[in-house]
């Protein structure tokens, strides 16, 4: 089995900054490509940003392109997301998944098998 858990959310003013994790645990981590998803009340889930199994490569929505950072420590088995200069608009509940084939770098093929509850992230104006 695979299980992921992700913590960090709250409420933050807008402006403010916030540091996403997702802690892996059940496979070797380090094999696959991490994504962050978000999704609002009412809304469809939404691709914020995605890491390679390596670390080497990022992708990005363009929403929150030059604002999010997503990166990972394979040591730790720990994929982040840091926002910054968050909006309202970016109020959602937040969720990690993993990729479902080893070494596969596909961020917006929707083959993330693996997925965490989520984490609430609430932006005030």
């Known amino acids: 089995q695979v299980q992921l858990v992700e913590s960090g959310g709250g409420l933050v003013q807008a402006g403010g900054s916030l540091r996403l994790s997702c802690v892996a645990s059940?496979?070797?981590?380090?094999?696959?490509?991490m994504g962050w998803f978000r999704q609002a009340p009412g809304k469809e889930r939404e691709f914020v940003a995605a890491?390679?199994?390596?670390?080497?490569?990022?992708y990005y929505a363009d929403s929150v392109k030059g604002r999010f950072t997503v990166s990972r420590d394979n040591a730790k088995n720990t994929v982040y997301l840091q926002m910054n200069s968050l909006k309202p608009e970016d109020t959602a509940v937040y969720s990690c998944?993993?990729?479902?084939?080893?070494?596969?770098?596909?961020?917006?093929?929707?083959?993330?098998?693996?997925w965490g509850q989520g984490t609430q992230v609430t932006v005030s104006s």
């Open positions: 059940g496979r070797t981590f380090s094999s696959y490509a």
């Open positions: 890491i390679s199994y390596s670390g080497v490569s990022t």
């Open positions: 998944a993993a990729d479902g084939f080893k070494y596969r770098w596909a961020p917006l093929l929707n083959g993330y098998d693996f």
